[in-house]
């Protein structure tokens, strides 16, 4: 269960990373070795807030695919809110931005902006509900501009 950083802690940091190694052959090889990285840091706002920003990257192996040229590597990043009006319950909105997916498109943005905003809510011990939805918030024609998602999670 993730928990809120503390008061006292100052900007506490962190770092992710993941390697994607291929599993399939043919048609199921995919884009080969994949690689991620992300620095991530979080303060409380008081009792009944958080604010998180991450920076990162990703990088492929094979930047082609299926006659696409796929930028690599491709930076990122995220800002995010939380709020927690009470205890059971926590509001959000985040903030991501990533650089150019596809580099030999004419006309495909260099720069994708998408914001989140949801809503988390202990139903009882261990479970919890999500929902929320992800706006495009620059035009790109060739993703999904709406999504809406809804969760349960367990924790143990």
Do not use: C
């Not at 992300?38 to 990703?58: E, H, I, K, N, S």
């Not at 927690?84 to 495909?108: K, M, T, Y």
């Amino acid at each position: 269960r993730r928990s809120p950083p503390s008061p006292t802690a100052g900007w506490p940091r962190a770092s992710d990373s993941r390697v994607q190694l291929p599993t399939g052959t043919g048609g199921f090889e995919g884009g080969g070795v994949q690689l991620g990285a992300q620095a991530l840091a979080a303060r409380t706002l008081g009792g009944a807030g958080d604010v998180y920003f991450g920076m990162g990257a990703t990088a492929i192996a094979h930047t082609e695919e299926d006659g696409l040229q796929y930028a690599s590597p491709r930076p990122q990043g995220f800002v995010a809110f939380e709020w927690r009006p009470w205890r059971a319950v926590s509001l959000l909105a985040q903030l991501n931005g990533a650089g150019r997916l596809i580099s030999d498109v004419e006309g495909f943005p260099g720069f994708h902006l998408v914001l989140r905003m949801g809503a988390r809510v202990d139903v009882s011990r261990g479970w919890r509900l999500e929902g929320g939805f992800t706006e495009g918030l620059k035009p790109v024609h060739a993703t999904t501009d709406f999504g809406i998602l809804l969760g349960l999670e367990r924790s143990f």
